[in-house]
């Protein structure tokens, strides 16, 4: 069997910026649909911004997976950006 190589993928990151206007502070951000509810049903206003949008290199995508608390594995990938060739054989 070869040693894995470095992935050649691209992988993409979008960082979305939400904001709230409210009558009385806002401290329900922590989940998305209610923040969601709140602007499209609820007493407050919003607006969702491109903050950020960049290509991520392999191993970029993976540190990012396990700051999210996700894991490489869910885009096929290694923990040092190496293409996981056993999850690669099944697709």
């Known amino acids: 069997m070869s040693k894995p190589k470095q992935s050649t993928r691209k992988f993409y990151k979008t960082v979305i910026r939400v904001e709230v206007l409210s009558e009385r502070p806002f401290d329900n951000w922590s ?12 007493g407050c206003s919003g607006t969702v911004k491109l903050a950020e949008a960049k290509v991520l290199t392999a191993k970029q995508a993976a540190m990012g997976l396990i700051e999210q608390g996700s894991d490489p594995a869910f885009f096929r990938l290694m923990s040092n950006g190496q293409d996981d060739e056993t999850d690669l054989a099944l697709t």
């Open 31 to 42: 989940d998305l649909n209610t923040v969601i509810l709140e602007i499209t049903e609820g």
